[in-house]
């Protein structure tokens, strides 16, 4: 069976994709705050208080 040829990556392209990631890990984080924010909003002010 034959192996599957692997593609190097450059440095600059290593440094795109991390970036991206961070970006991505960033985003989603974001995201979970927002939900968590609006949760907390929605079950109004006496959720806070216990």
């Known amino acids: 069976m034959e192996k599957p040829e692997l593609v190097t990556l450059t440095e600059r392209q290593k440094k795109a994709r991390r970036n991206r990631s961070i970006a991505i890990g960033l985003a989603l984080a974001a995201l979970v705050i927002i ?5 907390l909003a929605k079950s109004g002010s006496g959720f806070i208080g216990q």
């Open 35 to 39: 939900f968590y924010v609006a949760t």
